[in-house]
C-alpha cells in the first residue's frame, strides 16, 4: 500500500514538474513573437515625416530589419525613401529624387543602403 501512494505521488509531482516546465517554455516563445501588432505604430510615425508627407501618394512597400522602403512613386520620377520604422527619419533618398541636385551624405549614395540585407 505504502509503494501504491508512493508511485501516485511520484506521478502527480512528474506530472505538475512537466506543466511547469510547458509553461516556462511557452513564455519564452511568446517573448519573441510580441502579441501586439505594432505596423500600425511604424506606420503612423514613418508617413508622419514631413518630407514623405509633402511626396505625392507614398506607400510603404517593404520591411527589412530596422528600416522601411517607401514609394512615392518612383515608377514616375518620384522619391523613394528607406526610413528607420522606429524613429520615422529619412535614412537614405532615392529614385526620382536623385534626378538634381547634390549627390552626398545621405541623399542618392547608397540606394539601397548597406544594412538592407533582407
Known amino acids: 500500500m505504502k509503494l501504491l501512494n508512493h508511485t501516485k505521488l511520484k506521478n502527480s509531482l512528474l506530472i505538475i514538474f ?10 519564452l516563445i511568446l517573448q519573441n513573437f510580441p502579441i501586439t501588432n505594432n505596423s500600425d505604430e ?3 510615425k514613418i508617413m508622419s515625416n514631413p518630407e514623405i508627407k509633402a511626396a505625392p501618394d507614398c506607400n510603404i512597400v517593404s520591411y527589412c530589419n530596422d528600416m522601411a ?3 512615392c512613386h518612383a515608377e514616375v520620377d518620384g522619391p523613394f525613401f528607406y526610413v528607420n520604422k522606429n524613429s520615422g527619419e529619412i535614412l537614405e533618398y532615392c529614385g526620382g529624387y536623385c534626378m538634381g541636385g547634390p549627390k552626398e ?3 542618392c549614395i ?3 543602403p548597406k544594412d538592407w540585407d533582407c
Open 110 to 112: 547608397n540606394c539601397p
Open 42 to 44: 511604424f506606420k503612423k
Open 69 to 71: 522602403a517607401v514609394n
Open 18 to 27: 512537466g506543466v511547469i516546465a510547458a509553461i516556462i517554455i511557452l513564455i
Open 105 to 107: 551624405g545621405k541623399y
